[in-house]
């Protein structure tokens, strides 16, 4: 039985071979619609979501599965002091694979302990969010055509950011890949990210605090919000959560060719305007969630 807590436990081949499923799944939909048939999914949300719950529902749904499930703590008997162990050990004798997000790092591997069927780990505190890796590095295969060769840019929370740290792990396995570190110097990338996945693997990688010095490089500027929910003093959060404002102006040096991702929500680091530039993929990057979670599910599932 496999789980996915993080992104690397699966190899490059493995993620490359979810990236051309979810383009079969885009392309002859139907083939998929009863794959799951008899298979419940259960969402256990213990922190709010609206993409990830939904698009693993939506997945579950179009591959003919069943779904159940909670989307918040406060009503399941969390609430009533119960462990994650045990939440996990009893939705498991309902459900035959399990996705669940929860405040705390670590959460999805003491689930693991428990379980009797796949977890997947739909984002833990500020630590880890693969499924959006997964949805990310779709995205950047569908609109660049490839995942090497590419100037990335992170701009925003890079400390708090879980999807952040996820995706530089990921990229950094691909060939030729640099990193344009974006933030104010309270929210930058955390050491042990720089130490342990770009100096480790000999990444290239700039840092800087201006949104636009680096602007004309960029294949891919990946925008994020200021995480709110992970701050200990309001203050703080309220000096740097308009610390970056893309907006159409500061796209004037960028690429034609530039793709703007953003994991959503939004707040205000995407100014509405740039909504209706060809180059917003954030919107279409939340349909690619979809494909790729129904991929995922058909392979910790062994649904070929
Ligand atoms: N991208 C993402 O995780 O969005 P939600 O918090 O809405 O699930």
Known sequence: MRHLMNITDFSVEEINELIEVSKDIINNGSKYSEKCKGKQLATLFFEPSTRTRLSF?????SLGGSVL??????????????????????????????????????APEVAAQTTLVPIINA????????????????????EKGTLDNLTIGLCGDLKFGRTVHSLITAMSRYKNVKFILISPVE?????????????????????????????????????????????FNEADY??????????????????????IMHPLPRVNEIAKEVDSDPRAAYFRQVKYGKYIRMALILKLLEIK
């Open 187 to 231: 929210l930058q990338l955390p050491d042990y990210i720089i130490k342990d996945v770009l100096e480790k693997n000999n990444i290239e990688y700039k840092v800087t605090q201006s949104m636009e010095e680096y602007m004309d490089e960029l294949d891919i500027l990946y925008m994020t919000r200021v995480q709110k929910e992970r701050f």
């Open 123 to 142: 984002g833990d505190g500020g630590h880890n969010h693969p499924t959006q890796t997964l949805t990310d590095l779709l995205t950047i295969s569908q």
């Open 238 to 259: 309220i000096r740097l959560k308009d610390y970056y404002i893309l907006d159409c102006n500061k796209l004037g040096k960028a690429k034609k060719d530039l793709c």
């Open 69 to 106: 499930g909670f989307s918040s703590a406060s009503s399941s008997s969390t609430a009533k002091g119960e462990s994650v162990g045990d939440t996990i050990q009893t939705v498991s004798c309902y459900a035959d694979i399990i996705a669940m997000r929860h405040p705390k790092e670590g």
């Open 57 to 61: 529902e939506s997945a579950m749904l």
